[in-house]
Nanobody, 124 residues
Framework: QVQLVESGGGSVHAGGSLRLSCAVFGDMPSGYSMGWFRQTPKKQREGVAALGTDGSADYAESVKGRFAISQTNAMNILYLQMNSLKPEDTAMYYC??????????????????WGQGTQVTVSS
């Protein structure tokens, strides 16, 4: 069983930065792709950044050039570095893992395991 635990959320002013972390517990083979998603009460869960098993990454257009996804060599911590934050980035952020496919996926339906989320609030 795989367990994902996010941390690093908080409140920042617009233009600030945060780094989210996702600790991976359990037996997760190297063939898992991982991703970061976000959701607000008014929006569906949105793919923000994803990392394929070959290290390739994909990003939502709204965060390209501002966010960066990475992973430790041991693949037990997933990061999301968020720079130049905007109020519209305010959301609950979730990390996710999937054994289905090696490519980075931004669609929530592709993911099997989910964390509980960490709140990010950006004030103007």
């Amino acid at each position: 069983q795989v367990q994902l635990v996010e941390s690093g959320g908080g409140s920042v002013h617009a233009g600030g930065s945060l780094r989210l972390s996702c600790a991976v517990f359990g037996d997760m083979p190297s063939g898992y792709s991982m991703g970061w998603f976000r959701q607000t009460p008014k929006k569906q869960r949105e793919g923000v950044a994803a990392l394929g098993t070959d290290g390739s990454a994909d990003y939502a257009e709204s965060v390209k050039g501002r966010f960066a996804i990475s992973q430790t060599n041991a693949m037990n911590i997933l990061y999301l570095q968020m720079n130049s934050l905007k109020p519209e980035d305010t959301a609950m952020y979730y990390c996710a893992a999937t054994p289905w496919g090696a490519q980075p996926h931004l669609r929530a339906i592709m993911y099997k395991y989910w964390g509980q989320g960490t709140q990010v609030t950006v004030s103007s």
